[in-house]
């Protein structure tokens, strides 16, 4: 069963780069089911698509922080990581990583498994 | 579109049924996903796709999509559905961006 394991600094200082990674285990992160993802939920508020990558690396971010983000796959890692960069209190949140799957015949999406999530706290 | 829209909170008798809804243009072109979220816990997948229920999600739980309107239902509510539920879906620009509801607060009385 493919487990996921966020892991990163819970505190962050303002401006700088919040730095995440996702472990992958029990399956491969070099596997053409998954696309691996980033989802984050602020505090009381609902959830955000970050974005998405593919092992062979094409990535998809939310447009609202396009400018912002940076995912990566490490295949002899088996990780998945996330860099947000000049983050402010707004950025404050539990960052998730999940597996998001693209129907190969129906058009659906889904984030079939989901880590346990880490929260990131951004202060001085 | 970009938008998901769903009723903030919405509330059931124990035992009957409930309908919580998603609405947007996205779901006209794909089905809508639902996820479970309770306080303290990562969401839950339970229903995608046309209406499919992943291992272990109970067949109270079901899925229907009408139009630009994606919904979960919930027949015979139990105290532990109590949570808050998200739908999702694909934005239906072309770009692969992944869209989610404001979410529904789900209470069982």
């Known amino acids: 069963q493919l487990q996921l394991q966020e892991s990163g600094p819970g505190l962050v200082n303002p401006s700088e780069t919040l730095s995440l990674t996702c472990t992958v285990s029990?399956?491969?992160?070099?596997?053409?089911?998954?696309?691996w993802a980033w989802i984050r939920q602020p505090p009381g508020k609902g959830l955000e698509w970050i974005g998405s990558?593919?092992?062979?690396?094409?990535?998809y971010y939310n447009p609202s922080l396009k400018s912002r983000v940076t995912m990566s796959v490490d295949t002899s890692k088996n990780q998945f990581s996330l860099k947000l960069s000049s983050v402010t209190a707004a950025d404050t949140a539990v960052y998730y990583c999940?597996?998001?799957?693209?129907?190969?015949?129906?058009?659906?999406?889904?984030?079939?498994?989901w880590g346990q999530g880490t929260l990131v706290i951004v202060s001085s | 579109s970009s938008d998901l829209t769903q009723d903030p909170a919405v509330s059931v008798a124990l035992g009957q049924t409930v309908r919580i809804t998603c609405q947007g243009d996205?779901?006209?072109?794909?089905?809508a996903s639902w996820y479970q979220q309770k306080p303290g816990q990562a969401p839950l997948l339970v229903i995608y796709?046309?209406?499919n229920r992943p291992s272990g999600i109970p067949d109270r739980f079901s899925g229907s999509r009408s139009g630009n309107t994606a919904s979960l239902t919930i027949i015979g509510a139990q105290a532990e559905d109590e949570a808050d539920y998200y739908c999702?879906?694909?934005?239906?620009?072309?770009?692969?961006?992944?869209?989610f509801g404001g979410g529904t607060q789900l209470t069982v009385l």
């Open positions: 029990g399956g491969s992160i070099s596997s053409d089911t998954y696309y």
């Open positions: 796709g046309k209406n």
């Open positions: 999940a597996t998001l799957i693209h129907g190969p015949t129906v058009n659906m999406d889904v984030f079939d498994i």
């Open positions: 999702n879906s694909r934005d239906s620009s072309g770009n692969h961006l992944e869209l």
């Open positions: 996205s779901l006209r072109t794909y089905y």
């Open positions: 990558v593919y092992y062979l690396g094409s990535t």
